[in-house]
């Protein structure tokens, strides 16, 4: 009986296993790839929904330009905590901020650990909102101010001395946000009339001109000085500075004993100068008849 034999040819197979390990061997970089990309397009994916989550978190949208945004404030209240508004503003943001503006709501964005957590906003001490119920997710709480007689406008520094949110139970506030008016004041003319400066004075005398011309916003951005006076002394020079900016312009009179016939001179302040970086430098024995400062809105 014969067996029948088979022969084997050890190129074919090696050549065989070769070209599977190659087709397996793209299969993986090619699998490997497209994990990669996937990754990548996931990266970029969550990229951007962080980005769009941090814009519409607190208000669906950016917030408006007239909105004073506290962020990742993260205050732990436990127990019963009162945290002032205005003064808050002023340590994280700029001290005088909210002064001269119309306070329309405060919106807070918080969350609650314990039950019966709540919130309220209270107005020179007077509570003038419902209390409100804080929920375990996030949520986020409109307090609005309400406008009446007793409030006046809802000025703040002038209507509103003390602004406040009182809260109790176990809460973390994330976020809190002022919806402010400030176009209150914009075009507005402040007057002051019959003022005498310098004439105990023999060199120069500088005058703040908020100590002059009185408002409840000295933060108020200010775009023209209308003047009108007069001088009994030669050579006296009106001027008006600006913090930071120097010198703005001069207004000169020339007195002969007498006070002479008053000049009028309208002077153009440019940029964001605020009432409070004005000053007026006085030298001679001036009298100012009337004093207009127009206010404009473009405030900081």
């Known amino acids: ?61 950016p917030p408006p330009a007239d909105d004073i945004v506290l962020p990742q404030l993260n205050i732990n209240v436990y127990g019963q905590q009162v945290i002032p508004l205005r003064e808050l503003v002023s340590q994280r943001l700029r001290p005088g901020l909210l002064q001269g503006k119309k306070l329309e709501r405060v919106i807070v964005r918080a969350a609650a650990t314990s039950y019966q957590s709540r919130i309220a906003l209270f107005i020179n001490g007077q509570q003038v909102t419902s209390v409100r119920n804080i929920s375990y997710q996030p949520q986020r709480l409109i307090l609005d101010v309400p406008t009446s007689s007793y409030y006046n406008q809802n000025i703040i520094g002038q209507d509103i001395r003390s602004l406040e949110l009182r809260v109790s139970g176990t809460v973390q506030i994330k976020r809190i946000a002022l919806k402010v008016d400030d176009q209150l004041g914009s075009g507005q003319i402040l007057r002051a009339h019959n003022i005498r400066l310098g004439r105990w004075v023999g060199g120069a005398e500088q005058v703040e001109l908020s100590q002059i011309v009185r408002s409840h916003n000295p933060y108020q951005a200010v775009s023209e000085i209308r003047i009108v006076a007069s001088s009994q002394s030669a050579n006296s020079v009106l001027t008006v500075l600006a913090r930071g900016a120097g010198r703005i312009d001069s207004m000169h009179l020339n007195g002969r004993g007498y006070y002479n016939t008053p000049s009028q001179k309208s002077i153009r302040v440019g940029g964001r100068t605020q009432l409070s970086d004005i000053k007026l430098m006085v030298r001679g024995d001036i009298q100012i008849q009337s004093i207009e400062v127009v206010l404009s809105n473009r405030g900081w």
């Open 1 to 61: 009986m014969q067996f029948l034999q088979t022969k084997r040819n050890p190129g074919r197979v090696q050549s065989v296993y070769s070209s599977r390990a190659r087709v397996g061997g793209e299969r993986m970089t090619r699998t490997s790839h497209l994990f990669l990309k996937l990754a990548v397009f996931n990266f970029m994916l969550s990229l951007c929904l962080l980005t769009l989550d941090a814009q519409a978190q607190y208000y669906g949208s």
